[in-house]
């Protein structure tokens, strides 16, 4: 048994999604935005990134979803905020997100931190559409004024998940 992941990006409404390969935040709603083509000037927020896990294949559990920040640091005047928490869609804002409060955690927390159907101790056990998914995973940028002009670097977030 084998489970596949993908993300699944939510754009503009809860049915026009896409599947990603990268998750560049900035300033427009796209998927596999070019950063240097949507900058986020300083003293803003990107658009908040809303996305979910989704798993396809055949497993018979997913549970103990981690999310975290796993290589990269972060620029002068650079946050992300996030949660994994979130059930319900609503569209992406570019001010501050009501969602997206909490810095991204710098190390694998151990413990669930992305919740399934609104519990952290959720699993998936059916690869079928519709119920193969996390609750959603929103990130936001904030680039303050302290920030230098110019590109961020790359950063690595690992998703980590417990297959049976």
Do not use: H
């Amino acid at each position: 048994m084998v489970a596949v992941f993908n993300w699944r990006e939510y754009l503009t409404n809860a049915t026009a999604t896409a599947t990603p390969t990268n998750l560049n935040l900035g300033s427009t709603i796209a998927a596999n935005l070019a950063p240097s083509t949507y900058p986020i000037t300083a003293g803003t927020y990107s658009y908040e990134k809303w996305v979910k896990a989704v798993y396809t294949g055949s497993f018979t559990r997913i549970d103990n979803i981690q999310y975290w920040k796993s290589a990269g640091t972060y620029v002068t005047g650079e946050i992300i905020n996030w949660t994994g928490q979130q059930t319900a869609y609503a569209v992406p804002t570019s001010s501050a997100s009501g969602y997206a409060t909490a810095a991204v955690p710098t190390s694998d927390p151990g413990t669930a931190n992305v919740s399934i159907n609104a519990t952290l101790s959720g699993s998936i056990t059916s690869s079928t559409e519709g119920s193969n998914c996390s609750d959603f995973v929103i990130l936001q940028a904030t680039i303050t004024t302290a920030a230098s002009a110019g590109a961020t670097n790359t950063k690595t977030f690992t998703l980590q998940y417990d297959e049976v």
